[in-house]
């Protein structure tokens, strides 16, 4: 990192690096109020599709941490984008919560199951048969077929869930279409994120918890990138991959003295 611009700007992931199972973690306050008072661009970023940035908002500030909603970026963000950049007034089949259609009706989508455009699927807790088949039914039949994140298992307090990347495959196995995802690993969820705050990818950090999506999607994007490792990713896992992070951290709480 020594030959690295100043960092002027951070992204963080928000499960297993500021909150775990609805509890923040140490250090996740002194950290977000430390950006907001330094007036550096932010933004708080997730895979999850389910809520809008108005949910975490609420969500966040109900465990004590500050973030505004502006300051919130999701894969379903990213995937409207995308989508709007693709084909402006375009129409789609949704397989989500409101996180996801409330993103598409922004952008001015149309919801339909007749003939669309594409089919999106994101994160719901009600994935049903009826919807999936309609879904393999579209894409047979013309439909482009969008994902909002690549998540195989998302978490609960019961457990691992089946996610957004685990009904695509079954999607997949059926139609023979593989999907493109919008969020990560794909850097476009950073580059889409540090546009919307006017920042630049050359002096800027992510923060993540996971090697295979935060770390892969910063490093992509060409940005500093820091392992907290209070999530998914473990010390030992690290030298698995074949590409390191910037740095190794324990946890958020090591990084609020860089802002």
Same mark, same amino acid.
């Given at each position: 990192?020594?030959?690295?611009?100043?960092?002027?700007?951070?992204?963080?992931?928000?499960?297993?690096?500021?909150?775990?199972?609805?509890?923040?973690?140490?250090?996740?306050?002194?950290?977000?109020?430390?950006?907001?008072?330094?007036?550096?661009?932010?933004?708080?970023?997730?895979?999850?599709?389910?809520?809008? @940035?108005?949910?975490?908002?609420?969500?966040?500030?109900?465990?004590?941490?500050?973030?505004?909603?502006?300051?919130?970026?999701?894969?379903?963000?990213?995937? %409207?984008?995308?989508?709007?950049?693709?084909?402006?007034? =375009?129409? %789609?089949?949704?397989?989500?919560? %409101?996180?996801?259609?409330?993103?598409?009706?922004?952008? =001015? !989508?149309?919801?339909?199951?007749?003939?669309?455009?594409?089919?999106?699927?994101?994160?719901?807790?009600? !994935?049903?048969?009826?919807?999936?088949?309609?879904?393999?039914?579209?894409?047979?039949?013309?439909?482009?077929?969008?994902?909002?994140?690549?998540?195989?298992?998302?978490?609960?307090?019961?457990?691992?869930?089946?996610?957004?990347?685990?009904?695509?495959?079954?999607?997949?196995?059926?139609?023979?279409?593989? @999907?493109?995802?919008?969020?990560?690993?794909?850097?476009?969820?950073?580059?889409?994120?540090?546009?919307?705050?006017?920042?630049?990818?050359?002096?800027?950090?992510?923060?993540?918890?996971?090697?295979?999506?935060?770390?892969?999607?910063?490093?992509?994007?060409?940005?500093?990138?820091?392992?907290?490792?209070?999530?998914?990713?473990?010390?030992?896992?690290?030298?698995?991959?074949? !590409?390191?992070?910037?740095?190794?951290?324990?946890?958020?709480?090591?990084?609020?003295?860089?802002?």
């Amino acid at each position: 990192m020594a030959d690295r611009r100043p960092i002027e700007s951070w992204l963080t992931d928000m499960d297993g690096v500021l909150i775990h199972e609805g509890v923040p973690i140490p250090g996740a306050d002194a950290f977000i109020k430390k950006l907001r008072e330094s007036g550096k661009p932010f933004l708080v970023l997730t895979n999850n599709s389910m809520y809008t @940035p108005r949910d975490l908002h609420a969500r966040l500030n109900r465990m004590g941490l500050q973030v505004p909603i502006e300051n919130i970026w999701t894969s379903a963000l990213a995937t %409207a984008k995308f989508l709007d950049d693709q084909r402006p007034g =375009g129409s %789609a089949y949704v397989i989500g919560e %409101a996180g996801l259609t409330t993103a598409l009706h922004d952008i =001015g !989508y149309i919801l339909t199951d007749h003939e669309p455009d594409y089919v999106v699927l994101g994160e719901t807790r009600t !994935y049903s048969f009826e919807a999936m088949t309609k879904a393999v039914r579209l894409i047979n039949g013309g439909a482009r077929f969008i994902c909002t994140n690549p998540d195989e298992t998302g978490p609960s307090t019961e457990g691992p869930l089946p996610a957004t990347g685990a009904v695509a495959a079954l999607i997949t196995k059926a139609t023979g279409r593989k @999907p493109y995802f919008a969020g990560k690993p794909n850097p476009l969820m950073m580059r889409t994120g540090l546009n919307a705050i006017g920042a630049h990818s050359e002096t800027s950090a992510m923060i993540g918890d996971r090697m295979d999506t935060d770390v892969l999607a910063g490093i992509e994007a060409g940005m500093q990138t820091f392992l907290v490792l209070t999530g998914l990713t473990r010390p030992e896992q690290v030298e698995d991959f074949p !590409y390191r992070p910037s740095k190794v951290v324990d946890s958020i709480a090591d990084l609020v003295d860089l802002i």
